[in-house]
């Protein structure tokens, strides 16, 4: 059974009973994406590739939508062409999603929400999504990817999605010199990732996480 909680910087998230485990931070989930996702990943591998006017992110577990909105906010406010695939099993419902998306959404990014799955969108000039509703470990992945945001429940909710299994494949859509990170700051998952071969960095983590992984594939 799923429940709205608000964490403690006003923005939304829920509580999965069944899991017990909330899908962001209680100490803000707006400030854990915003650090994690956007900041951590999307603008550093930016930063690192200043040349390159577009990149492709994948999510590992859409969940909300929120990462998918602040980086559509971001791709738009740096002129950065995005294009983001997420994999979800479980979708929320539309009255899901309802009771917790952010109250400032524009049309655009309500669409965000609204479009169809398994099809690619552009949401705006510089945004476009595809929303896959299958198991992760069920499909061939098309294309690789310059950002992973690896975003499923905790090792104690879903150990298998932090198995060596399933890191090699999220690490297998990276290109060379691409960005994997997550909330994630375990040391069994973060030996996983060195020894599939990634340059993995313990980085400061949001408030309430003193750290999170960020991992570089050379």
């Known amino acids: 059974m ?38 951590e990943g999307l603008d550093y591998w930016i930063k690192e590739n200043a040349i390159s006017g577009s990149c492709k992110i994948f999510e590992m577990g859409f969940g909300t939508g929120l990462n998918a909105v602040l980086s559509k ?37 309500n669409q965000i929400f609204n479009s169809s799955w398994n099809k690619i969108v552009q949401i705006s000039t510089f945004f476009k999504i595809h929303k896959i509703h299958d198991d992760f470990f069920n499909i061939t992945y098309k294309h690789s990817f310059d950002i992973i945001f690896y975003d499923a429940f905790a090792f104690h909710a879903q150990p298998m999605m932090w198995s060596e299994d399933a890191l090699k494949i999220s690490i297998d859509l990276l290109k060379k010199n691409g960005v994997w990170v997550s909330y994630c700051s375990k040391g069994e998952v973060r030996r996983i990732i060195q020894r599939l071969g990634l340059l993995v960095e313990r980085i400061p983590g949001p408030p309430g996480k003193r750290e999170i992984l960020r991992a570089i594939k050379n």
């Open 73 to 109: 906010r971001f791709s738009e406010a740096n002129k950065i062409k995005v294009f983001y695939t997420s994999i979800e099993k479980f979708p929320l419902s539309f009255e899901e999603i309802k009771m917790i998306k952010p109250k400032d959404l524009s049309e655009n990014e």
């Open 2 to 39: 799923l429940k709205k909680i608000i964490t403690q910087d006003g923005s939304f998230s829920l509580y999965d009973s069944n899991l017990n485990e909330t899908y962001h931070s209680k100490k803000g989930a707006l400030t854990e994406s915003l650090h994690v996702y956007i900041s």
